[in-house]
């Protein structure tokens, strides 16, 4: 089976991998993600939501699954085509822009993403996406951290 850049499952055929829509607490957003992975993506769009910025007002600009390659690549398969990323205000944090959220909110956004098992494009060592999380972890040790957290979607 084709895999996404971090290792996942990634198809077309959503329910092949087990994408559904999934409520964000405290919004009123619903996020498309893999099943396997989303308490890990809900909970911290919550989280996201709560300490960082608001996710559910304005544009249109937060979204989970999208089959599709990584922008500028034909062969490396996109973190979304599997159901294991996020971006999330998109039009405020916009791919390859710098320095796009508050500096002293950085280290609670980066502090968030690790405490979910997730990477953030603002840590990217080459082109950054400030609006991009997607899941660092295995499916072995995704389902530990659900565990260990007590999160459900």
């Known amino acids: 089976m084709l895999t996404s850049s ?20 405290g919004t009123s957003l619903k996020m498309r ?6 308490p890990l993506l809900v909970n911290f769009a919550a989280d996201f939501h709560e300490v960082i910025e608001p ?14 390659k990584v922008r500028g690549s034909d062969s490396i398969v996109s973190n979304h085509s599997s159901g294991t ?7 405020r944090h916009p791919l390859g822009r710098l ?4 500096r002293a909110k950085v280290p609670m956004l980066q ?5 979910y098992g997730l990477k953030w494009g603002g ?6 996406d400030e609006m991009h999380f997607e899941v660092n972890l295995n499916a072995v040790k995704a389902a530990a951290l659900i565990k260990k957290l007590g999160v459900k979607a």
């Not at 990323?85 to 039009?91: F, R, T």
């Not at 502090?111 to 405490?115: F, N």
């Open 6 to 25: 971090n290792g996942w499952p990634a198809s077309e055929d959503q329910a092949a991998i087990g994408i559904k829509s999934y409520p964000v607490p």
């Open 33 to 38: 993600c893999a099943e396997k992975v989303a």
């Open 55 to 68: 996710i559910d007002e304005g544009a249109l600009d937060d979204w989970g699954y999208c089959f599709r």
């Open 85 to 91: 990323a996020i971006d999330l205000n998109s039009s």
């Open 99 to 102: 320095n796009t959220f508050e």
């Open 111 to 115: 502090a968030l993403a690790k405490k």
């Open 123 to 128: 840590d990217y060592t080459l082109r950054k």
